[in-house]
């Protein structure tokens, strides 16, 4: 399961309190980027700028995607990682349409 801290989450409680119709598409957008970074930071064994022996790779910055969804278009930041075969596990590579975050949201759920 992935792990979120408060901090990742306040951006969602805030796009839900204001009642804006594009708030589901910003709230999609923010809690998919969250995620991906947890998941990097499993893949890796370290946070950012953190030294562990479980480190197995690093990070090596950010790839702008668009992801087409009902909602309308998510911009994510899809994370790097230098050196290894690391793809985020709630996209499936090459699918920019929602299919494979439907299934992620499940999944968190």
Known sequence: MIELDSTSLEPIVELLAKQDPDAMRQMMQTMLNACM???RR???GAGPYER??????HA???KDRTLKTRAGELELKLPQVRG???YPSCLE???RSERA???AL???Y
């Open 60 to 62: 090596n910055g950010f």
């Open 52 to 57: 562990t022996a479980e480190r197995t790779a």
């Open 84 to 86: 290894q075969g690391f």
């Open 93 to 95: 590579k090459g699918l």
């Open 42 to 44: 499993r893949f890796l």
């Open 101 to 103: 975050i439907q299934l």
């Open 106 to 108: 499940c999944e968190m």
């Open 37 to 39: 970074l947890a998941d």
